[in-house]
């Protein structure tokens, strides 16, 4: 009998905690990550931290360059501009400081240059920061400008998760995470659907660390909705243990299902009709109760279970038309071909009208 050889990328290193970063020179040196550093970051709230990571850096004899993401949201331009600094400066490691759109960029072009990748996230908004993959949109427009063998990213090799920075977050930002993270519930059902309807391979190992991921947010709710280092730490751990389902799967299946293409539906929406999407976590939470209703899960509790951690539990408070959650809905099923609840021919208006209006989303 011929076994399938499978590859598994994981963090090496994962240090979280308050003061978390005073552990980065001695990490960097550990892995043996060289000398020449590229610090990248955002331009308003994550500047400020960056530059004081390249102070520290500096001080301890690295090498380090400090590169801005400026574009929002953020382009396959951005990728190339940053991957062209890389091979110019000779970078033997890259830092994303900041949120998904700054780990994004920074995960994508190392893994154009094969260079290796630390994960620094200052907000816990979305499993990306321990995760292989990247944001749908950036996705699109790699694969539409470029083509899709440059979509493919790599696992960050350390995460350092300073939760005494991240507590400073907005915090919706918390809430969004927990929303990404309820999202497997229904992620995992897609996929055992999948198996069953389509005979689709099955990583029992892979979905029991997204449910998992999903499990420490629900058993720890009250302690997320009153905030603190605590909670964070509660979040940042879920998150990480979901983008390491992803590494274990070699794809996003455990982690992303109809929920997910719903709130990428809601994506392409907002460029077609110019409305402002809300964040990702935030929409895929919403998509989940849909969803859960779709598959007779406990939708109630999911529902619950957001609207006490402070994340939106309809349209309204996403801040989006209710004809747009049902357009959207309407579509999610054309996004990718990926088997879920939502079937190949997707929701009827009336049915996804239904599903939006028993659900309390309209």
Same mark, same amino acid.
């Given at each position: 009998m011929r076994?399938?050889? %499978?590859?598994m990328?994981?963090?090496?290193?994962?240090?979280? $905690?308050?003061?978390?970063?005073?552990?980065?020179?001695?990490?960097i040196?550990?892995?043996?990550l060289?000398s020449?550093i590229?610090?990248?970051?955002?331009? =308003?709230?994550?500047? $400020?931290?960056? /530059?004081?990571?390249?102070s520290?850096?500096?001080?301890q004899?690295?090498?380090?360059?400090?590169?801005? #993401?400026?574009?929002?949201?953020?382009?396959?331009?951005?990728?190339?501009k940053?991957?062209?600094r890389?091979?110019?400066?000779?970078? =033997?490691? #890259?830092?994303?400081v900041?949120? $998904?759109?700054?780990?994004?960029?920074?995960?994508?072009a190392?893994?154009?240059?094969?260079?290796?990748?630390?994960?620094?996230? =200052?907000s816990?908004s979305?499993?990306g920061?321990?995760?292989?993959v990247?944001?749908?949109?950036?996705?699109?427009?790699?694969?539409?400008?470029?083509?899709r063998e440059y979509?493919?990213?790599?696992?960050?090799?350390a995460i350092?998760?300073?939760?005494?920075?991240? &507590?400073k977050?907005p915090?919706? &930002?918390?809430?969004?995470?927990?929303?990404?993270?309820i999202?497997?519930?229904?992620?995992?059902?897609d996929?055992?659907l999948?198996?069953?309807?389509r005979?689709?391979?099955?990583?029992e190992?892979?979905?029991?660390?997204?449910?998992?991921a999903?499990?420490?947010v629900?058993?720890?709710?009250d302690?997320?909705?009153?905030?603190?280092?605590?909670?964070?730490? =509660?979040?940042?751990k879920a998150?990480?243990?979901?983008?390491?389902s992803? &590494?274990?799967? $070699?794809?996003?299946?455990?982690?992303?299902?109809? /929920?997910?293409l719903?709130?990428?539906?809601l994506d392409?929406?907002?460029?077609?009709y110019?409305?402002?999407?809300?964040?990702?976590?935030?929409?895929?939470g919403?998509?989940?109760i849909m969803?859960?209703y779709?598959?007779?899960l406990?939708?109630? %509790?999911?529902r619950?279970?957001?609207?006490?951690?402070?994340?939106?539990?309809?349209?309204?408070?996403l801040?989006i038309?209710p %004809?747009?959650v049902v357009?959207?809905?309407?579509?999610?099923?054309?996004?990718?071909?990926r088997?879920?609840?939502?079937g *190949?021919?997707g929701?009827?208006?009336e049915?996804? /009208?239904? *599903?939006?209006? %028993?659900? /309390?989303v309209?």
């Amino acid at each position: 009998m011929r076994f399938k050889t %499978e590859l598994m990328e994981f963090p090496r290193c994962v240090v979280m $905690g308050a003061e978390a970063l005073r552990h980065l020179p001695s990490i960097i040196r550990k892995l043996g990550l060289g000398s020449r550093i590229q610090v990248v970051s955002g331009s =308003t709230f994550t500047f $400020g931290i960056a /530059e004081e990571i390249c102070s520290k850096l500096s001080d301890q004899g690295f090498r380090v360059s400090h590169f801005t #993401v400026k574009s929002k949201p953020v382009t396959y331009l951005s990728v190339k501009k940053l991957a062209r600094r890389l091979k110019n400066d000779g970078s =033997t490691v #890259v830092l994303g400081v900041g949120g $998904g759109r700054v780990i994004d960029v920074a995960k994508l072009a190392s893994a154009w240059l094969d260079k290796p990748f630390i994960s620094i996230p =200052t907000s816990a908004s979305h499993d990306g920061i321990a995760s292989p993959v990247v944001s749908f949109l950036l996705r699109l427009s790699v694969a539409e400008n470029m083509g899709r063998e440059y979509v493919k990213a790599r696992s960050p090799i350390a995460i350092v998760a300073d939760t005494s920075i991240i &507590s400073k977050a907005p915090r919706r &930002s918390l809430a969004a995470g927990c929303g990404d993270l309820i999202a497997k519930v229904v992620a995992v059902s897609d996929w055992l659907l999948a198996r069953k309807v389509r005979g689709e391979e099955y990583s029992e190992y892979a979905a029991a660390m997204a449910l998992m991921a999903a499990n420490i947010v629900k058993a720890g709710a009250d302690l997320i909705r009153a905030g603190g280092e605590k909670a964070v730490r =509660t979040v940042v751990k879920a998150l990480i243990g979901s983008g390491v389902s992803m &590494s274990i799967a $070699g794809s996003s299946r455990p982690a992303s299902g109809a /929920e997910h293409l719903f709130s990428h539906s809601l994506d392409l929406l907002s460029l077609k009709y110019g409305f402002e999407h809300a964040e990702h976590g935030m929409q895929c939470g919403v998509g989940t109760i849909m969803m859960a209703y779709l598959h007779k899960l406990d939708w109630r %509790e999911i529902r619950g279970f957001l609207a006490k951690v402070g994340a939106p539990v309809n349209a309204k408070q996403l801040g989006i038309e209710p %004809e747009y959650v049902v357009e959207a809905l309407t579509q999610a099923h054309r996004i990718r071909p990926r088997y879920t609840i939502l079937g *190949v021919r997707g929701l009827s208006r009336e049915k996804a /009208e239904e *599903v939006a209006s %028993e659900t /309390e989303v309209i």
